[in-house]
């Protein structure tokens, strides 16, 4: 029979938890009236739901991106991109996530755009134009993942705020830039630095012209890495309007709220950026573990830094029909913050048993890696394929949604896809 278009969606499926999900059994039930076997049933996790019968949520389209990209939000515009179109080791524009915390400034004029370098750690206060940036540093090019740290958020249970990102909200592109350091030492460096923190010229939401829509920032040891970057170009070409037009930071690795859009000014700080979105709960997790939904005190938060591992089936699309005993292609991409994916592992018995995956080395550090893995299914019936990575440390993607904090943030849980073999 053919398998039900209704039945198999292609998203994440919901997290592993009890409460408000099909009993295994249920599920099992479920599928088998659909016509559908399970041949691996007996190894699926008690309270989990099976890929097939989750919810996709609704497709939009926009001006120059891909019209399977999702909307989350239309005020800010934040859009994610399904797994399967993040298929490419470079990004292409239209198929890269797009997360904004403002309005977008209105045809800016890269002419006369200039960026501001000051602070209470700058030896000087230097305002360079986009022309002194291009022709008085060094141009480089780095292949870089840039992940919103909200990433996976709708799997969290109890529920956090913000926006329900699936597992979209992650890409690789080419940028090209100054290196950050560069400019930075052009200015100079005090012995007491601490932090940057960076402003861009975004519009806050209420309208109010002088009201900072987001200032986050990185320690300096971060700032002063090879790959850090000022970006005028991603991909070869002028960085589109929604990437951050005509010039923005991008600190590959860690959360993509580090990566300035729009960048008018760098202060170097002495102390912990202290800017819109650094402080209380924005882009922080308890410090120490805490209990789902248990509330956690501002002083007990702490700064996400590295992201961290995990892994993205991209191909074949879930919901695809294989031949049972035939061989196929399963591929996708792994990263592991600051680190390097070490391992690359796929399961097609809800992680009974694993089976280990061409993994390649990435072009540069903080680029993600492609893997690829050959897979024959045993017999006819409905299979989840999972992926797991394990990083340079040994530290591996959970199967289950990781320690829940309140702003949903760091899910690195294992990515799968539904399959059928018939």
């Avoid at 591992?309 to 990263?335: C, D, H, M, N, Y």
């Amino acid at each position: 029979m053919i398998f039900p278009t209704t039945l198999l969606r292609p998203k994440q499926t919901p997290p592993i938890r009890t409460g408000g999900f099909l009993k295994k059994a249920g599920a099992i039930a479920v599928l088998t009236a659909a016509g559908i076997e399970m041949p691996f049933g007996d190894k699926m996790p008690e309270g989990y739901r099976p890929l097939a019968l989750a919810d996709t949520g609704k497709i939009h389209s926009i001006t120059d991106k891909h019209p399977d990209m999702r909307v989350l939000n239309d005020k800010p515009l934040n859009m994610e991109t399904p797994a399967h179109l993040l298929d490419d080791e470079v990004t292409p524009a239209d198929r890269m996530f797009v997360r904004n915390n403002g309005i977008p400034p209105e045809n800016p004029d890269a002419d006369s755009w200039a960026l501001t370098i000051d602070g209470e750690s700058a030896k000087k206060q230097v305002t360079l134009s986009l022309k002194d940036l291009k022709s008085k540093f060094k141009h480089h090019t780095y292949h870089l993942q840039l992940e919103c740290g909200g990433n996976g958020r709708s799997e969290f249970y109890p529920s956090a705020k913000g926006n329900q990102w699936s597992l979209g909200a992650i890409s690789c592109a080419l940028w090209t830039g100054v290196r950050l350091r560069d400019v930075l030492e052009y200015a100079g460096i005090k012995e007491n630095a601490v932090y940057i923190g960076y402003y861009g010229t975004d519009t806050h939401l209420s309208g109010d012209p002088d009201k900072v829509v987001i200032s986050r920032g990185v320690p300096i040891h971060k700032a002063l890495e090879d790959e850090s970057l000022i970006a005028f170009q991603m991909n070869g070409k002028d960085i589109p309007l929604l990437h951050g037009y005509p010039l923005r930071l991008v600190t590959g690795g860690w959360p993509a709220s580090t990566s300035g859009k729009w960048l008018k000014r760098i202060a170097i700080r002495d102390k912990v950026h202290d800017g819109p979105k650094m402080t209380g709960y924005s882009y922080r997790v308890p410090c120490k573990k805490v209990a789902p939904g248990e509330k956690v005190a501002k002083k007990d938060m702490c700064i996400i830094e590295s992201m961290p591992v995990k892994s993205l089936i991209t191909s074949p699309v879930s919901g695809t029909t294989q031949k049972p005993g035939q061989a196929f292609e399963v591929r996708g991409q792994a990263w592991a913050g600051d680190l390097e994916v070490a391992r690359m592992d796929i399961s097609y018995d809800f992680g009974s048993t694993w089976m280990k995956c061409d993994l390649k080395k990435p072009r540069n550090r903080l680029a993600w890696q492609r893997w690829a893995a050959s897979v024959a299914l045993p017999e006819t019936g409905y299979y989840e394929i999972w992926a797991r990575a394990t990083d340079s440390q040994g530290r591996m993607q959970p199967m289950i949604v990781p320690g829940w904090n309140p702003r949903g943030y760091l899910n690195n849980a294992c990515h799968r896809i539904a399959v059928k073999a018939g």
